[in-house]
């Protein structure tokens, strides 16, 4: 893991919103249209799940418990992914993650807490 910084995270609560940010230090605009940027969460007990991919192309796909609520987005000026989170439930409490991957290449970001609670 690591080689991404991922920040955003936070406390809020339900209903709330937050938005993720993911980049790359260094990395060059060419890399950055090639990339395909994930991100998972993982709550305390539970296996590490997928939320939302943007890819190379700007295609998104959601997970079905956040479809309508969360959007996944990339910045090409900023080289930064973002996932911007809506009407937060306390069953999105978790740890997220971004992932980075083009060609070879594969990149975790060192997580960032979100915590949704009144």
């Known amino acids: 893991q690591g080689q991404l910084v991922e920040s955003g995270g936070g406390l809020v609560q339900p209903g709330g919103s937050l938005k993720l940010s993911c980049r790359r230090p260094?990395?060059?605009?060419?890399?950055?249209?090639?990339?395909?940027w994930t991100w998972y969460r993982q709550a305390p007990g539970s296996e590490r799940e997928l939320v939302a991919r943007?890819?190379?192309?700007?295609?998104?796909e959601y997970a079905d418990f956040v479809k309508g609520r969360f959007t996944a987005s990339r910045d090409n000026n900023k080289k930064t992914a973002y996932l911007q989170m809506n009407s937060l439930k306390p069953e999105d409490t978790a740890v997220y993650y971004c992932?980075?991957?083009?060609?070879?290449?594969?990149?975790w970001g060192q997580g960032t807490q979100v915590s949704v609670s009144s």
């Open positions: 943007i890819s190379s192309g700007s295609t998104t």
């Open positions: 992932n980075a991957a083009w060609g070879t290449n594969d990149y």
């Open positions: 260094g990395m060059i605009l060419s890399t950055f249209w090639q990339v395909t």
